[in-house]
Every structure is written in C-alpha cells, then in structure tokens.
C-alpha cells in the first residue's frame, strides 16, 4: 500500500511540475515576442528609416493575406527592416497575437502590440490623419518620413518598397 501511495504521489507530482514548467514557457514565449508599443515609443519607431511598418489585427481578414505576403517576402530577403504592430490593444488576445507573431519569418524583425486600452491614443500618435482602416502600411523613408498606406500592398507597391528599404 505504502509503495502503491508513494508511486501515486511521485506520477502527481511529476505531472504537476510537467504542467507547471510547459505553462511558465509559453507565458515567457509570449511575452517575449510581443513588446508594447506605448505613445512614448511610436516616435522612436515611426522615425526609423528607411523601413515597412504593417499594421494589422486579429479581427482584419485582410491583414491575415498581408502578414503571409510580408512572411513570403521576409523569406526570401530575411534582412528587411521591417516592424509589425498588431493594434489590438486588448490584453486578453496576447495569446492570439503571440501565435501570428510565432511565424518563423517573423522572427528578425520588430513585433509590437499596442499597449492595453491605449488604441486611440497609439493611433493618433502614430498618424493624426488615420481614422483607424486597417491593413495600413507606412514606408518610413532614410529622411524620416513616412507615407502610409490603407488597404493590401500589391506585390508591384511591396517590390517597390523592397528597392527602396534594401
């Protein structure tokens, strides 16, 4: 009996260390791929050029056509500068939001989120004329100045920026 209790204890314990180790990495996975952008670094971000700033969210089908053309482009030339800002600023989908961010195209480029509860602030910040249309893209140019964009990049308005930001 004491054996079959010890046995018992050790696969629990187990288990729960198992559990515990797998949910302390993928909160760390997250929080690592996603950086928050706050109002105090959208100039910091939005000034740094020549490069291709995306924007997209969960809830835009289109960005999702967007983000699989930027991963295709980023494969095929990895060192673009290039910065990704999902503008969902609800913390509930940082899961959701680490999971696109997962792409292993992504991962030599800058990935943000914007800060929770701050959308429209981020928003005006980053372009005081933008109301919000989403896939919108800036080309932010060596001089610092950005040209954005709403709706898809064709792929001849991508290979022009690529000549551009190479």
């Known amino acids: 009996m004491n054996i079959l ?6 696969t629990v314990v ?17 929080t690592s791929i996603t950086n928050q952008l706050t109002v105090d670094k959208v100039e910091q971000v939005m000034k740094k050029g020549p490069q291709l700033v995306i924007m997209w ?18 494969k095929q ?7 990704l800002i999902s ?10 939001i680490s ?4 792409e292993p195209a992504f991962n030599q480029i800058s990935r943000l989120v914007y800060s929770p509860n701050q959308g429209q602030q981020l928003r005006y910040a980053i372009d005081s004329t933008w109301q919000g249309e989403l896939p919108r ?5 060596q001089n610092a100045k950005s040209f954005g964009h709403s709706g898809l990049l064709t792929p001849k ?5 690529i000549d551009l930001i190479k």
């Open 5 to 10: 209790n010890n046995t018992f204890v050790a």
């Open 14 to 30: 187990g288990t729960l260390l198992a559990v515990s180790v797998l949910l302390s990495t993928t909160k760390a996975f997250a």
């Open 57 to 74: 969210s969960l809830d835009c089908p289109a960005c999702f056509y967007e983000l699989d053309s930027i991963a295709q482009l980023l």
């Open 77 to 83: 030339h990895p060192s673009l500068p290039i910065t």
């Open 87 to 96: 503008t969902d600023d609800d913390p509930s989908l940082s899961e959701e």
């Open 99 to 102: 999971e696109v961010y997962a």
């Open 137 to 141: 893209s800036y080309y932010i140019d």
């Open 157 to 161: 308005q991508l290979k022009a920026i």
